[in-house]
């Protein structure tokens, strides 16, 4: 099947493909877990505590967060994808998992758009480029030479292999003509860590993990990935003022197996969008640069399509392989 077909048949399962039937009364009940591909202390599973603090006053019911780490994030969809219909569980996922593994791996264990459904879209976010302080730059363009210079540290740190920091990092190495090694982490908190400690010179990461150790000049932000100048961040200019056009955000997103009845997953999205409505978890989520996002089911789906559409032959150009 050729790209543009795939792609077709891709967005025609995220928008028409029916959801299960009526919920039986037993799935009401009983903990949910939000699963996670991350380990604690990263971006992604900030963001599922968040929503699930908020989730368990929507509902009333518990609802914990579980880490199910591996693979680039794809533990995670394959144990949700393969939990039993009447156990409550959702999926956080990034694009990594949700568009970017099912192009560049042969087997990921699991198909997006046959085996989940959308639920909601719960923040979006941008992305920064940053040094350890030992690095003697101050500017992005001064990060191109350095990296020229010095082709055996052209090393930069991402939290995921394969995920949007992976490929930022891959074409910031094209655009300083330096063969760049792109080092996946399980995470921030350990990509953080060997930034900080010397392990790695260079990182690409949300800029909800990078901003508290910039904050203590523990780190240097370069650059963020945004599309205008960030007003938390006036010194910081975006990649494309700092001369390398690249623009982009993330997002996460939760998701359900296909196997959950209809009727439960309405009752899920419409109990996240109460919960991105909340003005204190709005808070929550702004003091961490993170943009959250009011989504139904349907529009969900429609951003997707349209992120796979703008990804999918970047990726595919890269020729990344994992």
Not at 65 to 84: C, D, F, H, L
Not at 89 to 109: E, F, H, I, K
Not at 241 to 266: H, I
């Amino acid at each position: 099947m050729t790209s543009r077909r795939l792609f077709l048949a891709r967005s025609a399962l995220w928008a028409g493909a029916p959801l299960a039937a009526s919920v039986p009364a037993r799935a009401q009940d009983g903990t949910l877990r939000i699963v996670v591909g991350y380990p604690p202390g990263g971006s992604s599973d900030r963001v599922a505590r968040l929503v699930a603090d908020g989730l368990q006053r929507v509902l009333g019911q518990t609802v914990i967060v579980e880490n199910k780490v591996g693979a680039g994030g794809r533990i995670s969809a394959q144990y949700v994808k393969n939990a039993p219909a009447h156990q409550p569980m959702l999926l956080l996922a990034n694009p990594a998992v949700m568009v970017v593994s099912p192009l560049v791996v042969p087997d990921a264990g699991y198909q997006p758009e046959q085996d989940f459904v959308p639920v909601s879209e719960v923040n979006s976010y941008v992305f920064g480029v940053a040094v350890a302080t030992a690095v003697p730059v101050q500017e992005l363009q001064h990060l191109l030479a350095w990296l020229r210079a010095n082709p055996a540290q052209a090393n930069i740190g991402v939290p995921a292999t394969g995920s949007l920091p992976h490929f930022f990092a891959l074409m910031l190495g094209k655009q300083a003509g330096v063969n760049i090694e792109a080092v996946g982490y399980r995470g921030s908190g350990p990509l953080i860590t060997d930034l900080l400690g010397g392990q790695v010179p260079v990182a690409v990461d949300t800029l909800d993990s990078l901003q508290p150790q910039h904050e203590a000049g523990k780190l240097r932000l370069l650059a963020v990935s945004s599309a205008q100048r960030l007003p938390d961040f006036p010194k910081v200019p975006t990649l494309r003022q700092a001369g390398v056009d690249l623009a982009a955000s993330g997002w996460n997103t939760l998701f359900a197996s296909r196997s959950m009845p209809a009727a439960q997953v309405e009752r899920y999205a419409e109990a996240v969008q109460k919960v991105m409505k909340d003005p204190d978890v709005v808070r929550q989520f702004k003091s961490s640069h993170l943009d959250p996002v009011v989504s139904t089911p349907a529009q969900t789906r429609q951003r997707i399509a349209a992120y796979q559409k703008q990804w999918e032959p970047v990726i595919r150009n890269s020729g990344y392989r994992p």
